[in-house]
């Protein structure tokens, strides 16, 4: 099980001291925080991709790029690459790119994104949103799995006999996880095709969240990729930690209460009540952790939320330092209970060695044939 971080990269006031981080400031500090996240042991540093005030973050594979440079083993993805108003092209070649500078650390979430003018500025129709995500994807998969396209769509120009440079890494496209918060077309897309879900699931309750994964779980069975329980799935999580859980949540309550996406809403109780936030010490956090596998099930990649609502630079290598901590714990929990026929999160290694498996697979079934003839 991959355990690691995402960003937002919102830009936001520190409540407790009025300062708000220069453009600069934020994306030299998310380098640092994702080196600092490989230094404490975590798998996953995972960039989101915005185009308006206050994110920073408009070209994701730019900055992971920077970061690969910076890394070893670091798994590098995004939150969320826009499928809907990005070119495809443009999303195979970059990834593809990455892919190599990375040495194949690299795979994608895709996501259609929570911010409507988005659409308009990159010349879409926000009402096509679900078509649009469901023909790019069709198209970047083509792209990444075929020397030479021809194609012809709805929402971009058509192709004549294109290749896509450069070609993914050993042939094999980067792993793609399909985001969502609340579109069953998106679980139904990603089981389909075999690909990863990934549920934000930092906002909604557990029983939405559960009927999401189920949704997905059963129809990539369905469509005979291997059991439900099979299936490949994320989990974004919020937590805020201080050894001592009465601190955490004085320390983290000015924060909450003036976050630009919930403060001044629900409670901080209330809220860590009906959703995964975890505000309290690392064994809390272990603890509701560990109960996510009570709903949806042995899953393979969890990312969790630290740098943002204007936390400094700081408090957010606390937060990855304790985090290292408790990652160790959930590692061994979670291994313990996980069946052998549940596969580990996929890798550029792992899918090479699938890949040549079913090649050689295939060469063995073709000599049996020749030799019955």
């Known amino acids: 099980m991959q355990f690691g971080i995402f960003s937002v990269s919102d830009i936001t006031a520190d409540p407790t001291t009025g300062k708000t981080p220069t453009e600069a400031e934020r994306i030299k500090d998310i380098v640092t925080i994702a080196k600092h996240a490989e230094e404490v042991g975590l798998d996953v540093f995972a960039l989101g991709e915005h185009h308006n005030e206050p994110f920073f973050s408009s070209s994701p594979t730019t900055t992971l790029a920077y970061i690969a440079a910076q890394t070893s083993t670091l798994q590098l993805s995004t939150a969320t690459t826009l499928i809907t108003t990005n070119d495809p092209v443009k999303i195979a070649e ?207 990649r969890q990312l969790f939320l630290l740098d943002h609502a204007g936390l400094p630079l700081k408090t957010v290598l606390e937060q990855l330092d304790l985090l290292g901590e408790v990652v160790p714990v959930l590692r061994k929990e979670f291994a313990a209970l996980k069946p052998a026929h549940v596969p580990d999160a996929p890798t550029h290694a792992s899918l090479v060695a699938a890949r040549d498996a079913a090649k050689l697979e295939i060469k063995e079934l073709e000599i049996k044939e020749e030799v019955k003839a």
């Open 94 to 300: 970059d990834f593809a790119m990455l892919q190599h500078l990375a040495d194949g650390r690299v795979d994608l979430t895709l996501g259609r994104g929570n911010t409507g003018p988005v659409y308009p500025w990159f010349g879409k129709d926000i009402r096509a949103g679900i078509p649009l995500a469901l023909e790019n994807y069709a198209l970047l998969r083509r792209l990444w799995r075929e020397d030479v396209v021809d194609w012809e769509g709805k929402f971009r120009t058509p192709l004549q006999s294109f290749t896509s440079t450069p070609r993914p890494l050993d042939d094999v496209p980067p792993f793609v996880w399909h985001g969502s918060i609340r579109s069953p077309q998106i679980a139904e897309q990603a089981a389909f095709y075999g690909d990863g879900f990934f549920a934000n699931h930092i906002f909604w309750p557990a029983s939405h969240t559960q009927r999401m994964i189920k949704l997905y779980r059963d129809r990539f069975e369905h469509y005979g990729h291997g059991s439900a329980d099979q299936a490949i799935v994320g989990l974004g999580g919020q937590v805020f930690m201080r050894k001592n859980s009465q601190d955490a949540i004085n320390d983290f309550r000015p924060y909450f209460d003036n976050a630009p996406v919930y403060g001044h809403g629900p409670s901080l109780e209330d809220f860590t009540r009906e959703t995964p936030l975890t505000v309290g010490s690392p064994q809390q956090v272990i603890e509701k952790t560990l109960k996510f596998r009570d709903y949806v099930g042995d899953y393979q």
